[in-house]
């Protein structure tokens, strides 16, 4: 890869329920939780086979097989919210006795399949879905988090993660020295407009045009060049991101087309302008249409293919981009990331 080559990169969040357990009812997601665990391997199929390069930031909960392995590698401390509600832990006791449940919390095979297929990037989403802007929680507890993270990753074999996405995006400049003390060298920084800025109280307003740059241009350009990224001594690289993918809305097919439109021009303009667009969703946003969010997916891949024979564009793992932007290397991930 030279210098001045265009970059896509996708990050996705995974987590399952214990990504929305504060928001919805569990009964009212299994069917969309089983439509996804059946996806990523199709997602991954697709990855592979055209060398797309995807960095899975994944809840470490997700990585032991039952609530008792859960319960083994739990942090010395757990966050203690002001808002008891969001804490993980207190699932345990609601869910635990019912087994037919557990795949709505647990997917080691899938984390074990995402490991194992090339050009992949296994990262974390911390361990309990810890929320680092919430009134109550500490700074030692979100080190305690990302210590029982890389502690369930190396149990089950897989590497101590490198790259992170902090849950609901809640971004936090402090906590920062905290990550690259334990190993994580990059992690995936929010928008640049104001309705990106606060994710915790999450204003109807901010919403709104949050919601509505997702199809119209309201907001400032979203990619960025490689050299604009910075890694300052001590802390992880900041990568932006672009834009969010929305889920498909099964009853307003023109917004489905305006939200497609628009990720399609923004790679455009980011291929021309030779710079890095940065798409990223939830692997369960496609629960509720897989058969077209795949589609809508093909679609973008091919785009990409398309921008590659025409500008150069290069896929790039979040890990990938700290390497080139951080020490100017860059190698197609094989294997395993």
């Known amino acids: 890869m030279m210098k001045n080559n265009p970059a896509f990169t996708i990050s996705l969040d995974f987590e399952l329920y214990w990504g929305v357990f504060d928001k919805v ?36 909960m997700l990585f032991a097989k039952d609530w008792q ?23 345990q006791k609601l869910y635990s006795q019912n087994l037919a449940l557990n795949t709505n919390f647990f997917a080691p095979e899938l984390v074990k399949l995402i490991a194992n297929t090339p050009y992949q990037e296994l990262a974390t989403h911390t361990y309990c879905h810890y929320y680092c ?18 502690r369930i990753a190396r149990a089950k074999g897989l590497p101590a993660p490198a790259s992170l996405v902090f849950p609901r995006n809640q971004f936090n400049q402090e906590y920062l020295i905290v990550c690259f003390e334990e190993g994580i060298t990059s992690v995936r920084s929010n928008p640049k407009d104001w309705f990106w800025k606060d994710t915790v109280e999450d204003k109807f307003l901010n919403k709104i045009f949050r919601t509505g740059d997702g199809y119209l241009p309201v907001g400032q350009r979203t990619s960025f060049p490689l050299s604009s990224l910075q890694q300052a001594e001590g802390m ?11 889920p498909v809305n099964g009853s307003k097919p023109l917004l489905n087309k305006l939200r497609l439109k628009r990720i399609l021009n923004e790679m455009s303009e980011a291929a021309k302008r030779k710079e890095c667009y ?60």
């Open 25 to 60: 009812v569990l009964e009212n997601k299994q069917q969309n939780f089983s439509h996804t665990r059946r996806i990523i391997p199709k997602l991954l199929s697709l990855f592979a086979r055209e060398e797309v390069h995807v960095t899975w930031a994944t809840v470490g």
């Open 236 to 246: 992880p690289l900041s990568i932006p991101a672009s834009r969010f993918l929305r």
């Open 69 to 91: 392995d859960w319960q083994n590698f739990e942090p010395a401390q757990h966050p203690t919210y002001t808002n008891k509600q969001l804490s993980a832990y207190r699932l």
């Open 278 to 337: 940065h798409l990223w969703w939830h692997p369960h946003n496609f629960g509720n249409h897989p058969e077209q969010s795949m589609a809508d997916l093909k679609i973008i891949i091919d785009h990409f293919k398309h921008l590659q024979h025409k500008f150069g564009m290069v896929s790039m793992s979040m890990q990938e981009i700290q390497a080139f932007v951080c020490e100017g290397k860059y190698s197609a991930m094989g294997a395993r990331s």
């Open 133 to 150: 802007k919430e009134q109550g929680q500490t700074l030692e507890q979100f080190r305690e988090d990302l210590r029982a993270a890389k």
